[in-house]
């Protein structure tokens, strides 16, 4: 709590019952020691014990009563000991020092309690933007199931640009995932960008590449920073099953299917946001993709690199096309999308470091066994 002033008198979680407790401890605690020091020879030393009574104050009051409480203890030490001259200054100075030192500790702890309490706010307000921004996707998309995940690094740290979305276009399903460069709410505001472009321009541009650069150009009417950008990756798959992707610097999508793990080919691009940088225009196609015919029972993974750059204590980078491969060796298809992102970010966590584990999205469209795309009723 604070006064009048504006200074912490109490821990935020301290109240009246407890407060009331600590004073009457201590206040026992001076009369306690007196009557024992008056009843016993002066060289006992029983009021020796006088110089805990600032500490004692310091689990329930401020600096200015630790203090106040440091010149009672001392006074008392000085009634005690009048007849022992030689004993009185280094009995008080111990008392008034220890009185400073348990001031100085409340108040740092009462400043530390402060800037949590202020980050916990700030934090607060950005994982509701942040939540309101990443939107779970539809748990079915046509033929495919599918599950997003948004996996923090640290209590404090854990609003960052991560980002996915999925949308049923006439070109057929089209996801995209991100890493905006940077952390906070600027980081949270960024990615709602992107979402909004994609949402709009994902059902009206032919190939991920005008996408891609409609993404682009909308990002850069937003962006005041020159060095801010966003890696992507966008993938479209048709009706009949065959994929595309497009790579504006981001970690290629993987494709499980019968126990293995490959890299979905991508045609590649600049980040988002540093096309403007070149002489390439916006919207061009780029390098375009040979492409991957995907079939029932293959699984789709678009991820960001910060599950694929988890390291443990050696160093090494987290094997994610090795531990996913084991996944489905141990598990039987057909592959559920939320069981496979819950075991990813957990099998993650228990190889990393506790310094080495960054902010992860994961977005998975799992096909189940069915007839081929071709005769599909």
């Given at each position: 709590?604070?006064?009048?002033?504006?200074?912490?008198?109490?821990?935020?979680?301290?109240?009246?019952?407890?407060?009331?407790?600590?004073?009457?401890?201590a206040?026992?605690?001076?009369?306690?020691?007196?009557?024992?020091?008056?009843?016993t020879?002066?060289?006992?030393?029983?009021?020796?014990?006088?110089?805990?009574?600032?500490?004692?104050?310091?689990?329930?009051?401020?600096?200015?009563?630790?203090?106040?409480?440091?010149?009672?203890?001392?006074?008392?030490?000085?009634?005690?000991?009048?007849?022992?001259?030689?004993r009185?200054?280094?009995?008080?100075?111990?008392?008034?020092?220890?009185?400073?030192?348990?001031?100085?500790?409340?108040?740092?702890?009462?400043?530390?309690?402060?800037?949590?309490?202020?980050?916990?706010?700030?934090?607060?307000?950005?994982?509701?933007?942040?939540?309101?921004?990443?939107?779970?996707?539809p748990?079915?998309?046509?033929?495919?199931?599918?599950?997003?995940?948004?996996?923090?690094?640290?209590?404090?740290?854990?609003?960052?640009?991560?980002?996915?979305?999925?949308?049923?276009?006439?070109?057929?399903?089209?996801?995209l995932?991100?890493?905006?460069?940077?952390?906070?709410?600027?980081?949270?505001?960024?990615?709602?960008?992107?979402?909004?472009?994609?949402?709009?321009?994902?059902?009206?541009?032919?190939?991920?590449?005008?996408?891609?650069?409609?993404?682009?150009?909308?990002?850069?009417?937003?962006?005041?920073?020159?060095?801010?950008?966003?890696?992507?990756?966008?993938?479209q798959?048709?009706?009949?099953?065959?994929?595309?992707?497009y790579?504006?610097?981001h970690?290629?999508?993987?494709?499980?299917?019968?126990?293995?793990?490959?890299?979905?080919?991508?045609?590649?691009?600049?980040?988002?946001?540093?096309?403007?940088?070149?002489?390439?225009?916006?919207?061009?196609?780029?390098?375009?993709?040979?492409?991957?015919?995907?079939?029932?029972?293959?699984?789709?993974?678009?991820?960001?690199?910060?599950?694929?750059e988890?390291?443990?204590?050696?160093?090494?980078?987290?094997?994610?096309?090795?531990?996913?491969?084991?996944?489905q060796?141990?598990?039987?298809?057909?592959?559920?999308?939320?069981?496979?992102?819950?075991?990813?970010?957990e099998?993650?966590?228990?190889?990393?470091?506790?310094?080495?584990?960054?902010?992860?999205?994961?977005?998975?469209?799992?096909?189940?066994?069915?007839?081929?795309?071709?005769?599909?009723?």
């Amino acid at each position: 709590m604070a006064d009048g002033d504006g200074q912490d008198s109490a821990p935020a979680t301290t109240g009246r019952g407890p407060r009331t407790a600590v004073l009457g401890t201590a206040l026992l605690l001076c009369v306690l020691v007196v009557v024992l020091q008056l009843s016993t020879p002066p060289s006992s030393h029983i009021a020796s014990v006088l110089v805990a009574v600032p500490a004692v104050i310091a689990f329930g009051f401020g600096p200015p009563v630790i203090i106040g409480s440091a010149v009672v203890a001392a006074g008392c030490r000085w009634l005690l000991l009048p007849t022992e001259p030689q004993r009185i200054g280094s009995a008080i100075g111990t008392t008034v020092v220890i009185g400073v030192i348990a001031a100085l500790s409340c108040f740092v702890v009462r400043r530390g309690e402060r800037e949590s309490a202020r980050l916990r706010k700030v934090v607060s307000v950005a994982e509701t933007a942040q939540r309101a921004v990443l939107r779970p996707p539809p748990e079915t998309l046509r033929h495919f199931r599918t599950a997003a995940s948004y996996l923090a690094a640290a209590q404090y740290a854990r609003i960052g640009g991560d980002l996915y979305a999925v949308a049923d276009t006439a070109f057929g399903v089209r996801a995209l995932i991100g890493d905006v460069r940077g952390k906070g709410l600027d980081a949270v505001s960024t990615a709602s960008v992107v979402l909004g472009s994609f949402h709009e321009a994902a059902y009206e541009e032919e190939t991920l590449g005008h996408l891609a650069g409609r993404l682009d150009t909308g990002l850069n009417r937003f962006l005041r920073d020159d060095e801010a950008f966003v890696t992507a990756l966008l993938v479209q798959i048709a009706p009949d099953g065959h994929t595309e992707a497009y790579s504006c610097g981001h970690p290629p999508a993987l494709v499980l299917r019968d126990g293995t793990t490959r890299e979905l080919p991508a045609g590649t691009g600049l980040p988002l946001g540093l096309r403007a940088l070149t002489s390439a225009p916006a919207d061009t196609d780029g390098p375009r993709s040979a492409g991957t015919l995907l079939r029932p029972g293959d699984t789709l993974l678009l991820y960001t690199d910060g599950i694929a750059e988890t390291r443990n204590e050696a160093g090494a980078f987290y094997p994610l096309a090795g531990r996913l491969t084991a996944y489905q060796r141990e598990r039987p298809a057909p592959v559920d999308p939320q069981h496979l992102l819950a075991w990813l970010q957990e099998d993650a966590q228990d190889y990393s470091c506790a310094d080495t584990y960054d902010d992860a999205a994961l977005l998975a469209l799992a096909w189940p066994p069915g007839p081929e795309p071709g005769h599909l009723p």
